[in-house]
């Protein structure tokens, strides 16, 4: 039977039919996202960002077919905050996580969550620390591999158990001794992504290195492992590469801080610590490999940073951010600088450098806009888009920064807070009601203090932070 259609009706059919393959491209997908989060890895402990010791090939390569950026940093300078910083797009004092422990507020919708809704197959393996087992998957994850409110493991080795139990990690019972959970998780990582390759996906890797674990099993009090645990295969590489370097320790020199002193590590030279990087970095690698293998590398975009600095005070120091200052728990530049590179094929210039000043904040804007999405400005309010300067553009400076930390940290910190608008940084311990002011591109050692010689510029700042919408609450925590 043949149907004849009227030119009335043609027209009509050809509006519909014009409308429904706009309504499916409009729900379509976009890029595939991998996303790679570090715990305590400093802005210098890359080779691509400096390192004259530490060992990362496969994370220079993702460097050199796209964008490094030389001025990004964390939302805050321990774990649980920032990475609750970087889901939300909220500033940690704005969402009241300010200590050590993490936590996704409710009435926050994270970005992870957003693509899941938009079709995107969604994994997240690793260090969660923002709630328990059950909140990875209620805020958008499909699989969860170990994600809890654990902050280290106990041991990086099967069966990744130790003191306290509570740090012990559940979910990788199907190993066998002599694994290493880096490499483990790695394994589930590229199951998912075999059985997904087809799919739009998003692949949430949050690595618990280079953490400290917590107590192995069979640790002794004073065993090094109580602060680095590398794969036992490159210690031995490091430690004679070690041998054949100027200056084999650490070294440590007195920084004035807060009324007191404090010691700051001047070199990396843990080799454990290489260790742990070099294992995140044959991770990375595995991953990448497995992307081209299933031949979709040209259609995923490949994030990688840290939540913040690495260790370098004290006695537990186990590298270096010179010429930064200090490091993990520290408002100070190597406590909140971290690496940041971003590779969106076809988009992003390979090899390229971008002095565009981000923070973490602006993850969830930015991953929405790669993919095609609208923004939501009600959730990520403390971040923008990076995509202009993903594009070879800039984005200008014009907003403040703002940092708050009001607890003591082991490390040496003490409560305080801070702000940076334009070139200039302002650190305030109310306890003592010290101040410190540093033109932070001019002098990236923080070792010029502006207060005296310029009281205006420090009353400016201040009264910027004092207008800071979360700041009545924040004085209350001290």
Known sequence: MIVRF?????????????MALAAVACASPGPNVVFFLVDDLGIKDLACYGSDFHESPNIDRLAGEGMRFTNAYASHPVCGPSRAAIVTGRFPARLGVTGVGGDIPKGNTIWPKVLKEAGYA???????????ADSVTANGFDYNVTGCSRGQPADYYFPYEGTPASQNVRGLEDGKPGDYLTDALTDKALAFLDGHGEDPFLLYFSYYNVHKPANPLGYKKGDPTRYVQGKKEYNAYFEKKLATMDGADRGFREEAYSGGTLQMATRQR???FASQIKAVDDSVGRVLAKLDELGVADNTIVIFTSDQGSMATSGKAVSSALPYR???GF??????????IVKWPGVTQPGSLSETVTVNTDLYPTVLDMVGMELSKNQHIDGVSMVPSLKGGTVPFNRTLYWAYPKNHNLGHKASVGLRQGDHKLIYWPATGKSVVYNVEADLAELNDLNQSHPELTERLFSKLKGWEPMEKIVSEF
Not at 6 to 18: G, R, Y
Not at 126 to 132: A, F, I
């Open 122 to 132: 969604t994994w997240f393996g690793g260090k969660w620390h923002l709630g328990n």
């Open 270 to 272: 843990e080799p454990e």
């Open 326 to 328: 200090f490091g993990k």
């Open 6 to 18: 009227a030119a009335k009706e043609k027209k009509l059919m050809l509006v519909m039919c014009s």
């Open 331 to 340: 408002l100070y530049e190597g406590g909140i600088r971290v690496p940041f």
